[in-house]
């Protein structure tokens, strides 16, 4: 019985993966049809597919990757102690202007 209920399972997930990559595809075809209509070019660098828990794992990895190397090290924080330099004490309201 547990058996028969893991075999639907499987072919339900199955069939709402190649349901979604489906629905994928035709927004896809819209979506170029449309902005070809535009004289644009959609260009699909990967086809809709299902992916695997490697391929989940793969991902988060790759992101947990990425997030490290984006992180401030120390000494990239602004301390605050630092003050930014401008144009010192120039009377803007009561300055003649340009005179040429």
């Not at 072919?11 to 075809?29: C, V």
């Amino acid at each position: 019985m547990a058996g028969m209920l893991l075999m639907k399972c499987s072919d339900f997930y199955r069939s709402m993966q190649e349901q979604g990559i489906q629905i994928l595809s035709q927004a896809i075809a819209a979506c170029t049809e449309a902005i070809e209509g535009q004289k644009g070019k959609l260009v699909v660098k990967e086809p809709p597919r299902a992916v695997s828990e490697r391929d989940d794992k793969l991902l988060a990895e790759h992101m947990l990757k990425l997030r490290s190397a984006n992180e401030e090290i120390s000494g990239d924080e602004d301390s605050g102690d630092e003050e930014d330099t401008g144009m010192g004490d120039a009377d803007v309201e009561n300055s003649a202007g340009i005179v040429e």
